[in-house]
């Protein structure tokens, strides 16, 4: 494999530090777009010890794939983001990965044809929309992800962490979930003008999963022709395998353009699960473990295959 230093969206206000890997032979590849999870993230979408996109770019390089991967824009720009108003995920995320397509099919190297998306997490509940405005992707890859709204996975989890937690946590989860239960009643009744105006801390306000759910994934998938292979970890304790991998089965099941994947002993980063138990999540991600060759090398089959 070799690596290019690259700058997404060099002459707009969100310049981002990125790397184009291509492997070493020549001719035009295939060639996919990374999209993080939530939260603010580099280019490896570094979290604790794990490098899932640094890993998947160096894998897929292996098999004749090229990879563009990019920090967030959250990551570099977080401070100027949250002075400006309102941000939703089409700022946060959507206008990154439409650029990282363009620059690949610009590129000679790439076969324009056979560029994909691979979203990870929040990237995979967005990833249909990001198709549908203006990716055009050949083909989509959703790595854990969700039909769930964000709200809903977000009281999800701060339940989970609840019935997990000793006594004197657990009253405070109550606590917030009381207050984000209050702040998400009525969200679709509410106004655009109504739910910009309710702040919910780090730069975004309602109208950020207002919007976000007014653009459901199975509104995109229920649709979609093109290829789509849906991944998930069975010991994936932030999405899991019996509620969000089966509501994708049971959204799209039986067609013909839908692959599914899933690996019992792997969790969100899909490295071998350790805990199984989302308030030691920090312990979880601190210990050094790479993406294996089952995923990496079912991934860059189903690429290859189109």
């Not at 996919?32 to 604790?48: A, I, L, Q, T, Y």
């Not at 309602?206 to 290829?227: N, V």
């Not at 395998?241 to 089966?246: I, N, S, Y």
């Amino acid at each position: 494999m070799k690596t290019e230093q690259i700058v997404l969206g060099k002459d707009t206000n969100y310049p981002l530090k990125g790397i184009l890997s291509l492997p070493e032979a020549g001719g035009k590849f295939p060639a996919v777009v990374f999209v993080h999870g939530s939260g603010s993230s580099n280019m490896d979408e570094k979290v604790g010890k794990l490098t899932p996109f640094k890993d998947l770019a160096e894998g897929l390089a292996r098999y004749g794939i090229a990879s563009v991967r990019y920090d967030k824009r959250s990551f570099t720009h977080g401070l100027k983001m949250m002075k400006e108003s309102c941000i939703t995920v089409r700022e946060e995320t959507i206008e990154d990965a439409i650029l990282a397509a363009k620059l690949l099919r610009e590129d000679q190297r790439i076969d324009p044809n056979k560029v994909f998306i691979v979203g990870h997490s929040m990237g995979a509940m967005l990833a249909p929309r990001i198709d549908a405005e203006g990716g055009n992707f050949a083909g989509l890859v959703l790595m854990a992800g969700t039909l769930r709204k964000m709200e809903d996975i977000l009281l999800y989890q701060t339940r989970e962490m609840q019935a997990s937690s000793g006594k004197l946590l657990a009253w405070i989860l109550e606590k917030q979930i009381k207050k984000l239960e209050a702040s998400f009643a009525g969200l679709y009744e509410m106004s655009d003008e109504e739910a910009k105006t309710k702040n919910m801390g780090g730069g975004t306000t309602l109208y950020y999963f207002k919007e976000m759910g007014m653009h459901p994934a199975e509104r995109y998938l229920e649709t979609i022709t093109k290829p789509v292979l849906i991944m998930q970890g069975g010991k994936d304790f932030q999405v899991k395998a019996d509620l969000d991998f089966a509501g994708y089965r049971a959204l799209l099941d039986g067609r013909d353009n839908v692959s599914f994947r899933l690996y019992e002993n792997l969790n969100h980063a899909f490295v071998p699960g350790i805990y199984n138990d989302i308030t030691k999540a920090k312990k979880e991600y601190n210990v050094e473990r790479h993406i294996g060759e089952n995923v990496i090398g079912d991934l860059a089959n189903w690429i290859l295959a189109i």
